[in-house]
């Protein structure tokens, strides 16, 4: 015979309901917003197109990457995507104010907003890269030392390089007006590394055909976001991101905007 | 007594828990002591000089007095901050101060002056499901309490206080339409509530967001159409001077304004505004301005021709501006990155870096 005392039992069944309760309202919050993104057939995405080549705007359409990718997401899901526009301030707001369903819009994985956002798998990283010629020695970071570098005057680069250079005195850090101009520097010989953002640098060594390395030194990993309740729409977006990364697609996109 | 040996067990483990517990009490390093020091004061040759400073997030002390200490180096004397009504009012009434009085009186023991930026409304206070930005007129006496009790508290230490922010854009409405009647009903509401708390009090009204939305668009109203529907609605009776946000966006510093164009000098149309309804004895407060150095973003230039534009604005304002009480950049530093293009409008990096466009404006400054 069981004898456990009367208020433990009320004790497990109040936790059973609570927990069955909690269950419930999790799963109807999720699928709701699943359900009615399938029921409309369309996925509402927002962005901020103010940031070539990820996002843009000819004053009718939108075009870049982002663009690209979540016309790509939205067909492997079935369904049509529809865009809607915000400046960058507006869209974490759009986006809890459930005028959007998901944000495509070159936007970093950011942990303080993890309370009510949910990020996908990375896309893209947009972080700094450290540049050296393909047939130079240089193999990253760690063998900073001695060398000159080539950076864009008051940019990431110059900041992360002075930092750099408090660590290693014997840095010579060489500034230019543009990052393109820091980049002809190494192309020419001049320097013996360059430090600008991931984009920039793929931009160049594609159109220059510059045979170089590079070495991420800080990462901006892009990714979708959905609101944090939203699990069953996070799970849907990672395995079509999952599928377009698999079968080259997401290559294509990025090579497509990138000039690869 | 199978019981009782389950009771022994537990008992045990709590005693080894609490144990751990005080350990792992005396072995954290004690915070770090954090006073005032000694009143400091601003240098510089530019006194109507300031920055938005980004502290309401930034939790650690000695952070917002490191922020506030290179605010003063670099020669700004002014500094205005957003002070959310979200993060010290709870639905009982009471209040958090601790915050508020922490930075305050940091920017005050460095010399500084403060411009509070008030807004945002706690959840007591909107429907479910809407934003912090989100206000209606059914809490309109709620934010004028907030705004009467902020005033009376930081009397002498925070005397200029913006009303909102950007209210010709739908989304600092929590999406709801950017109407400038609602805007003067809130003045009209707050203003004398904050005068009442503080006679000496400088209220400032706008800040409106510089845009070409037209009349009828879901995200906002042009600013020019805006300010001349305040002035219509009799607003001018309720502030004492006129917040502006003027970013020069991708031209120089000295390029000629132009109603259809979103420039640095786009403050001459909003003074022409204010002359034609005879309010030119007004001030106006920049409390955001400046140029963006994202190697990405379309509105950006690149980070020397902002060192430059930024130089050349301070420049003109003082040349040519004999109404602008201050000149204010966005964005002094954030707590932490955004990670995307708002972070190139910084001068100092969340792990305090100074970029060089800090040190001009030191140099600049005469520092």
Aim: charge should be negative.
């Amino acid at each position: 015979m069981n004898r456990r005392p009367i208020h433990t039992k009320i004790s497990t069944l109040l936790i059973t309901a609570m927990a069955f309760i909690l269950l419930l309202a999790s799963c109807s919050k999720t699928e709701q917003s699943w359900q009615r993104i399938v029921d409309e057939g369309k996925l509402t995405i927002g962005l901020d197109p103010s940031f070539p080549p990820f996002e843009a705007t000819d004053g009718t359409a939108v075009y870049g990457i982002d663009v690209d990718l979540a016309n790509a997401v939205a067909a492997e899901l079935g369904l049509e995507a529809n865009f809607t526009y915000f400046g960058y301030d507006g869209l974490y707001d759009a986006l809890l104010s459930k005028q959007v369903d998901v944000l495509i819009s070159a936007l970093a994985i950011f942990p303080e907003r993890t309370r009510d956002f949910s990020y996908s798998e990375s896309y893209f990283d947009a972080g700094q890269v450290l540049i050296s010629p393909s047939d130079s020695q240089f193999e990253g970071i760690e063998d900073l030392n001695s060398q000159t570098i080539a950076v864009e005057l008051g940019a990431e680069g110059h900041t992360l390089s002075t930092s750099w250079q408090r660590q290693k005195p014997g840095l010579i850090i060489f500034t230019f007006n543009s990052a393109e101009d820091a980049l002809n520097a190494l192309n020419t010989g001049k320097v013996d590394l360059s430090v600008v953002d991931s984009i920039g640098a793929l931009l160049y060594i594609n159109k220059k055909g510059l045979r170089a390395n590079t070495f991420h030194v800080t990462n901006e990993p892009f990714a979708m976001v959905v609101r944090s309740d939203d699990t069953i729409l996070l799970e849907k977006l990672n395995l079509s991101l999952g599928t377009i990364k698999e079968s080259g697609q997401l290559d294509i996109i990025i090579d497509k905007w990138l000039g690869q | 007594m199978q019981l009782l040996k389950f009771e022994r067990i537990r008992f045990r483990r709590a005693l080894q828990l609490l144990l751990f517990s005080i350990i792992i009490v005396l072995i954290q390093p004690s915070p770090v002591l954090v006073t005032y020091g000694e009143q400091q004061s601003v240098e510089t040759s530019i006194p109507n000089l300031g920055v938005h400073t980004r502290l309401t997030d930034e939790v650690e002390e000695w952070k917002i007095q490191r922020s506030l200490k290179l605010v003063r180096e670099v020669g700004a004397p002014w500094i205005v901050e957003l002070f959310p009504w979200a993060y010290y009012q709870a639905e009982n009434g009471s209040y958090a101060w601790d915050h508020p009085d922490m930075v305050i009186n940091h920017a005050n023991a460095q010399g500084l002056k403060v411009i509070a930026r008030l807004g945002m409304t706690p959840e007591w206070a909107r429907p479910p499901e809407t934003t912090l930005n989100y206000l209606d007129e059914g809490a309109f006496n709620d934010f004028a309490q907030y705004s009467a009790d902020f005033a009376d508290r930081y009397r002498g230490k925070a005397d200029h206080i913006i009303i909102w922010n950007e209210p010709n854009l739908s989304y600092e409405w929590g999406y709801q339409s950017a109407d400038p009647s609602t805007y003067v009903k809130l003045l009209k509401v707050v203003y004398p509530r904050i005068k009442e708390a503080n006679p000496d009090a400088v209220v400032l009204a706008g800040a409106l967001a510089p845009t070409l939305e037209p009349a009828g668009s879901p995200w906002g109203l042009n600013d020019l159409d805006f300010l001349r529907e305040m002035y219509e609605l009799g607003a001018a009776d309720y502030f004492d001077g006129l917040a502006v946000h003027a970013y020069g966006l991708t031209f120089p510093a000295d390029a000629e304004p132009h109603p259809s164009i979103l420039n640095f000098r786009r403050v001459e149309l909003v003074r022409e505004i204010m002359v034609e309804f005879g309010d030119e004895g007004t001030p106006v407060f920049i409390t955001e301005s400046g140029w963006n150095d994202h190697p990405r973003w379309s509105l950006a230039v690149n980070p020397g021709q902002r060192i430059q534009y930024t130089l050349d604005a301070i420049e003109y304002a003082t040349k040519n501006w004999p109404y602008v009480d201050v000149l204010a950049f966005w964005a002094f530093r954030y707590p932490a990155p955004t990670k995307s293009y708002p972070d190139y409008f910084t001068f100092v990096t969340p792990e305090f870096i100074t970029k060089p466009i800090y040190d001009f404006l030191k140099n600049a400054t005469g520092n």
